[in-house]
């Protein structure tokens, strides 16, 4: 019975809103991942839903239950902070173990349950040593140990991974996602890094401003962002989004100007004369022409080698535009090369964001 719903949800410090109305629902055993830029009101969700802070309007659910009111030791609810102290003059062990002592658990049954933890972390011989002599990566597993420990019905991470450095960080997300698979528990996890977001999560919520841009699956919002914002936050590198107007509307398809260049766009209900839009295109979905037809004339401006693949930057008609090529490709800065467009993979945003219905 973990299944967490908020609706309606405000938060403002003195008035300052910083969570402004969000309706989210995390389903039993689901791992969903809250992601959005610095500010956004990651933490301060997760704070709410741990019971560290109070809801200004609107419900906490879990499980159906009304939660608003309930301290936060009697929610089954365990959080992983961004930044954890460990006690140092404890051992690995007792670390685990505390919040058991706490609650006067008999000390066999505290050993036996800190022995199971440290199985599924993975660490069963490093039970003896104290904080400092471990690695940062194992200090975080210690800190993960202590929250799940309390065999908590659902598990907050709060950016736990963004001190470690990128092998250990790869290394700890396959960990998460393990300990998940094994324990079924109901996960929120928050970052504000869309590959993580992507890599781990079932569900992805992006918040902006205090506010939710969308909920869906990783997949879903890849391929189809609702808004600009979305569009460009998830996916990198980010999606271009190369500002048009429609020149003329109507039949099958129509032209739209990027500042001196016209290209022909499937037409769309949402188009009229004269919208300003922003066509949306990822760096993979673009192709440099061979046979001289393109959609956009360009010239280089940097060319990043990265062995696998490589990124063209160019100038369009003033605008940045990044183009993905498999392996290598020969170029100089300064040459002038056609794009082409993939028109299955573009996407039409109006004025105000909002993806232009087809
Ligand atoms: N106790 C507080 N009093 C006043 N404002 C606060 C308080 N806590 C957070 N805020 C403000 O609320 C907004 C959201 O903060 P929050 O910590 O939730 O962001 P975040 O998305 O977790 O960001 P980050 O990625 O940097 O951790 C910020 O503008 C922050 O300054
Ligand atoms: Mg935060």
Redesign the pocket.
Known sequence: MSRIELEGVWKS??D?E?IKGVDIVVEQGEFAVFV??????????LRLVAGLESISKGEFRLGGKRMNEVSPDRRGIAMVF?SYALYPHMTVADNIGFALSLKKIPKPEIRKRVEEVAAILRMEDLLARKPVELSGGQRQRVAIGRAIVKRPQVILF??PLSNLDAMLRVQMRAEIQRLHQEFGSTIIY?T?DQVEALTMAQKIVV?QG?AVAQIGAPMALYKKPENAFVAQFIGSPKMNLLPAQIERAGGDSCVARIGMQAISIPARAGFASGDEIRIGIRPEHIRVSKNGQSDLKSSVALIERLGSETYLHLEAEHEPVVVRIEGDMQADVGDEIGIVFDRVHCHYFNRSGSSVAA
């Open positions: 410090f003195g300052v910083v959005g830029p610095s500010g956004c009101g990651k933490s301060t969700l961004q709060d950016e928050v504000h918040l205090g």
